[in-house]
């Protein structure tokens, strides 16, 4: 993506995730932005978006992190939330045997002690590819790639979900569950 493009997906990542208030936008409870409104709050915040970028953004991330309704005229953030009253609504789902996830070495401390916790988020993020649980690790600093069982967890009654976007979700994974290198 051009350095525009990624811009504006941080900005959208910002008000779809986390503060849509900061441009006076209000989400509904599954997390959905109408997408007139969205751009119209934008450009009154100085943030001029047209809908040809909008869908630049949402064709062009690799990550699929956004999604727009069946009817084209709703938005929202695949997952990542941290606002309290957004819930995607998603199904609970059968997880496969084992997830991943991508972390930085500097955390395997906290994460012994503690397990996967969601921090600032409603969900800890798991993968279903080692790849994308490295690329995911390598942004926070020297990756390091964990095994969840998550079918383990699963049959201890955990509840998962997937994203729209294939990012495993689940409330947080206790130490237990997790394989460190």
Excluded at 16 to 23: G, Q, S, V, Y
Excluded at 54 to 61: G, I, N
Excluded at 113 to 140: F, I, N, Y
């Amino acid at each position: 993506m051009t350095d525009q493009l990624v811009q504006t997906s941080k900005f959208l990542s910002l008000i779809l995730r986390h503060a849509p208030e900061k441009i006076g936008l209000a989400l509904d409870a599954q997390g959905w932005a109408d997408i007139a409104q969205l751009l119209a709050q934008a450009g009154q915040h100085g943030r001029r978006l047209s809908r040809e970028q909008l869908d630049e953004v949402v064709a062009r991330d690799s990550k699929a992190r956004y999604a727009i309704s069946g009817d084209g005229l709703r938005i929202r953030a695949s997952q990542g939330h941290s606002l309290a009253a957004v819930d995607l609504a998603l199904p609970p789902a059968a997880p496969p045997a084992m997830l991943y996830h991508g972390t930085a070495s500097r955390f395997l401390e906290a994460i012994r002690a503690a397990g996967l916790l969601p921090g600032a988020r409603k969900h800890v993020h798991l993968s279903s590819s080692r790849e994308t649980a490295v690329a995911v690790g390598a942004r926070h600093g020297k990756p390091v790639v964990l095994t969840v069982a998550a079918a383990a967890m699963q049959a201890q009654g955990h509840v998962f979900y997937v994203s729209d976007n294939g990012v495993w979700l689940t409330q947080a994974v206790p130490q237990v569950f997790i394989g460190f290198p």
